[in-house]
């Protein structure tokens, strides 16, 4: 499927091309932090659902996937001095590793999430320069993006009381959602044809369809864990005491029970905004 997108975004450049007036070539890396959607209210929904339980005494607590390395690559075509057109692709990548550990009496829990998010962002963006000196420039960019993404998680369980040690390994089938993503930001001239650039960025995306295989290992008191499958994860929300909180399941079909409510398909945000620096190349 990249393959087949980034045939697609060479042919429209090149038709363009045609009839530009210059050609720029960009270059950008930095930081991304994002909102996470359904897996950071799952991960906050677990961390609420165990502080409201007295007997525990936690000593840490899983985290959030916000922050994420961003790379971009993108083809500008100069429609004219100021008015561009631009192909670009990018590359999002967010992990992490978030322990809860708690103890109860003598006994102990432990959960842990290792998630794994990739994206590559496939976009097509105007760009307006906007000239402050001779050496400085105001840039901005926007337009829509098709993100090709998957995403994994291992999720490892363990109780003293039960003698359980387990874990759920997930791995999802790409995802291909449409978003967007605009940058604003500052261009200086190091020569006559390359620029250095510092630039904000934001998009808003919804990663969605995580269906995929998984498995299920361990052991407990009565035996050993052994399962499998090739299933959606859930979200849902789990009733505890008087309050909902967010919570996940792999499974074929919706979970259903009396405490559950919310019960859709999981989605993960990659809204949110980004610090890049790089360079640009006037070719």
Not at 77 to 103: E, K, R
Not at 188 to 202: K, R
């Amino acid at each position: 499927m990249k393959r087949i997108i980034g045939i697609a975004c060479l042919g429209f450049t090149l038709s363009v091309a045609g009839f530009a007036d210059g050609l720029s070539l960009k270059l950008t890396g930095g930081a991304y932090f994002m909102s996470g959607g359904d897996y950071n209210a799952i991960i906050q929904g677990r961390t609420d659902l165990y502080h409201s339980l007295s007997s525990l005494s936690i000593t840490s607590d899983l985290e959030k996937l916000t922050l994420a390395a961003n790379l971009g690559f993108e083809f500008i075509v100069d429609i004219t001095n100021n008015i561009g057109i631009g192909l670009g692709v990018g590359f999002l990548h967010a992990t992490n590793v978030g322990s809860m550990q708690a103890t109860y009496g003598s006994e102990s829990i432990q959960e842990e999430f290792t998630p794994l998010l990739t994206s590559w962002p496939f976009t097509l963006n105007l760009h307006v320069t906007i000239p402050v000196s001779e050496k400085v420039n105001i840039h901005l960019s926007g337009g829509p993006g098709v993100y090709v993404s998957t995403f994994h998680f291992n999720r490892t369980s363990m109780d003293s009381a039960l003698s359980l040690q387990e874990t759920l390994a997930f791995d999802s089938k790409t995802s291909i959602d449409l978003g967007f993503q605009g940058t604003l930001g500052l261009e200086y001239g190091i020569s006559d044809t390359v620029f250095m650039v510092a630039e904000v960025t934001g998009r808003s995306a919804v990663v969605t369809g995580f269906n995929g295989p998984w498995s299920l290992l361990g052991s407990w008191v009565n035996g050993v864990i052994v399962d499998s499958g090739n299933s959606p994860v859930w979200y849902d929300e789990v009733q505890s005491g008087a309050n909902y909180y967010p919570d996940m399941a792999v499974k074929d079909t919706a979970p259903v029970a009396s405490n559950l409510r919310n019960v859709r398909s999981s989605r993960i945000s990659l809204g949110g905004f980004g610090l890049q620096v790089g360079l640009k190349f006037h070719l």
